[in-house]
């Protein structure tokens, strides 16, 4: 289900962790979101949109927008990759993260430039790279899959054989643009497909409506 313009989503995760995303555009589609780490240890925040290219069995999205991370000392800005789907109709299907990963944290006036997949005899999920203060000297280095580890300074800070499952579910209860109320998910939910699409177009064409308001009341607002 295409979230609707104003459609807000709340949700805790098992270690504390607070979240909150609205989908605050719809053409073109634009999610903002936050998390509040646990007692507020760390903030993730920022928007995604995305444009998508497709070919006769594959597709690329080139994700677009901003993200950054607050933790004590540091604010780090940092980008999307491109997520790359091969063999969408035969073959063995496969998703790939590609291209650059630009990281700055403007605190402390370090930067960490890589392309992730561009390491010859290595697979496309391994990167590696270094990080570099203003004057161009190496900080540390770093290596790793974004399937499997992370190191720095060949020091292992994230093993996925280590990791530990956490699991998000819904707050209750929630702003009602909630999606947790949405008619057309709750009628879908008990399998009632007919009325679910029903409420689904019903949805849809008070979106159209509300844009196609607002585009005609824009210029004349403007104008008063």
Not at 102 to 111: R, S
Request: with cysteine; glycine share 8%; net charge negative.
């Amino acid at each position: 289900l295409n979230p609707i313009l104003g459609e807000t989503y709340e949700m805790m995760w098992e270690d504390g962790a607070h979240e909150y995303v609205e989908q605050t555009s719809h053409h073109p589609p634009v999610s903002h979101f936050l998390i509040n780490g646990p007692n507020n240890n760390y903030k993730y925040y920022g928007y995604l949109s995305f444009i998508t290219n497709a070919w006769f069995n594959s597709c690329k999205l080139t994700n677009v927008g901003k993200r950054a991370v607050d933790v004590k000392g540091a604010h780090i800005e940092f980008n999307y990759c491109v997520d790359q789907y091969s063999n969408t109709f035969w073959g063995a299907f496969r998703h790939e993260n590609i291209g650059e990963m630009h990281f700055k944290d403007t605190t402390n006036g370090l930067c960490a430039d890589f392309v992730m997949g561009n390491v010859n005899g290595k697979t496309s999920d391994y990167f590696q790279g270094e990080i570099v203060d203003a004057d161009g000297n190496t900080k540390s280095t770093f290596k790793g899959s974004y399937l499997s580890y992370l190191e720095f300074d060949g020091v292992r800070y994230w093993d996925i054989r280590r990791n530990i499952d956490i699991e998000p579910y819904p707050v209750k209860p929630q702003l009602k643009s909630g999606s947790i109320y949405r008619e057309d998910s709750l009628l879908l939910y008990e399998r009632k497909l007919d009325e679910a699409q029903e409420a689904k177009d019903k949805l849809e064409n008070l979106q159209r409506h509300d844009r196609k308001m607002r585009a005609e009341l824009g210029p004349k607002k403007e104008e008063e």
